[in-house]
């Protein structure tokens, strides 16, 4: 009997960090997702106020006005082409549907559509049907 209970109490060690490994990766994986997340909402964040200086700028009339405004032309090019890279990475049967769609408007209104940065990368990264 002495000697099984040395077995079992190594068993359950054992088994104790086998389930807190599987739990650390699990927390891992859900810390980085939640980074993404925070970059996201910063630069989101980051893009409405430099808006809303903008808003400020035109009242006044500024010189440095169109200037701020493609600069926060760039910032919403640069977060809309960064959402849809992820979409496309994640194989989502919603996007698809939207990326087919869009797809189609686009072809519609090529014109339009070629002076838009992020539309441009869309073209770029969509997959042929």
Request: proline share 2%.
């Amino acid at each position: 009997m002495n000697t099984y209970i040395p077995l079992v109490l190594t068993a359950i060690v054992t088994l104790s960090t086998m389930i807190y490994t599987a739990y650390s990766i699990q927390l891992w994986r859900t810390t980085r997702a939640a980074a993404e997340i925070s970059r996201q909402a910063v630069l989101s964040n980051l893009w409405s106020e430099l808006n809303r200086y903008l808003e400020i700028l035109r009242k006044q009339e500024a010189p440095e006005t169109d200037f701020m405004q493609k600069v926060s032309n760039l910032m919403l090019d640069y977060m809309i082409a960064n959402l849809l890279s992820h979409a496309l990475e994640k194989e989502d049967r919603n996007f698809e549907e939207l990326q087919h769609r869009l797809s189609t408007l686009i072809s519609e209104n090529e014109a339009a559509a070629s002076k838009v940065s992020w539309v441009a990368h869309f073209i770029k990264r969509r997959k042929p049907r």
